[in-house]
């Protein structure tokens, strides 16, 4: 059949596939995109605090602390208070918590959020990953006591 067509069918047959495999694809952006969009977004808006007693201005209330396991460039058992402000960990000057010496970690690692919810932690983009209890983080997470955090070459563990 396809000896006896002419050309100018075998061109429109290539225009319909090459059609359909651009509608394809356009599809695919489209369905991903659209999932994107229904997963849940980050909230600016704070829950009332359910402390009970009234919000002292310039209290620190700890939310949390991250300890040392493992590490090339902190000392094991050290531990680092998660209180209101966020903490930015990597080899980067510019970190809360630098990791100079660990060459696996990248220069903005990780960022361990405080919450009123709890204590998050955000992947920075980093070139190796974080990992918690063995699992890559795909999207920030709520930090239960007892987690394993590995960044780079360090492992810390989240306690409250």
Do not use: C
């Not at 396809?2 to 695919?28: D, P």
């Not at 094991?76 to 660990?102: K, Y």
């Amino acid at each position: 059949m396809i000896a006896s067509a002419t050309v100018e069918e075998v061109l429109l047959l290539l225009k319909i596939a090459f059609l359909l495999l651009l509608y394809l694809f356009i599809w695919r952006i489209v369905r991903t995109a659209s999932r994107d969009l229904r997963l849940p977004q980050e909230s600016f808006v704070l829950a009332p605090s359910s402390g009970g007693g009234p919000v002292i201005p310039g209290s620190v209330h700890v939310r949390g602390k991250i300890v040392v396991i493992k590490s090339p460039a902190l000392r094991e058992g050290e531990e680092h208070a998660l209180d209101s402000a966020p903490i930015t960990v990597g080899r980067g000057a510019q970190n809360d918590l630098g990791l100079g010496p660990d060459e696996f970690a990248s220069a903005r690692h990780a960022r361990f959020e405080p919450r009123q919810d709890g204590v998050w932690l955000h992947d920075l983009g980093s070139s190796n990953g974080t990992f918690v209890n063995g699992s890559r983080l795909t999207r920030p997470r709520k930090l239960a006591p007892g987690d394993l955090i590995r960044i780079g070459e360090t492992d810390l563990r989240f306690d409250t």
